[in-house]
């Protein structure tokens, strides 16, 4: 049998450590996935935030721009609102539900036309006691409300 360990060499250790960079490519992957899901994340949230509001001035565009109805309907469109938002004002009414709506914009709603969506829901439809403008300005309110809200 022939002898074969002078042919044996010793083991040599590596003089440097193995180094952490580059990375491999399934970390940058990996990375990007991330980004991704992040940037994807923001952006639904982004979409689903203006869909809220485009769906609520919808809402709002639907009744006619002078009449008792469409101001009843305000006044609901804003409870729906709160309901999904603010839910402590859900139960609010009366000078409390106006205070909470000024409370929460920049432009304070006229004491006509407060008394206008306070009323609306219980008024009938060929009362005198409000006209177009009130109607006009509560409409005006609405929108804003929900652009600073929603």
């Not at 010793?10 to 490519?25: C, K, N, Q, R, W």
């Not at 990375?31 to 689903?48: D, G, P």
């Not at 919808?58 to 101001?71: K, R, T």
Request: aromatic share 12%.
């Amino acid at each position: 049998m022939p002898d074969n360990l002078p042919e044996l060499r010793d083991i040599h250790l590596p003089t440097e450590g193995v180094s952490m960079f580059p990375p491999a490519y399934g970390w940058y992957v990996i990375l990007a996935s991330f980004a991704a899901f992040i940037l994807l994340f923001k952006l639904f949230q982004y979409l689903r935030l203006k869909s809220k509001k485009r769906y609520a001035l919808n809402l709002l565009n639907q009744f006619p721009q002078n009449d008792i109805e469409a101001a009843a309907q305000m006044s609901l469109i804003l409870r729906r609102i709160c309901v999904l938002k603010y839910h402590e004002a859900a139960a609010l009414f009366g000078d409390a539900w106006i205070k909470f709506l000024n409370d929460h914009s920049k432009k304070k709603l006229s004491p006509k036309a407060a008394v206008l969506l306070g009323d609306a829901p219980y008024i009938s439809s060929k009362s005198n006691k409000f006209n177009a403008q009130d109607v006009a300005e509560l409409r005006k309110f609405c929108i804003e409300w929900i652009g600073e809200n929603l």
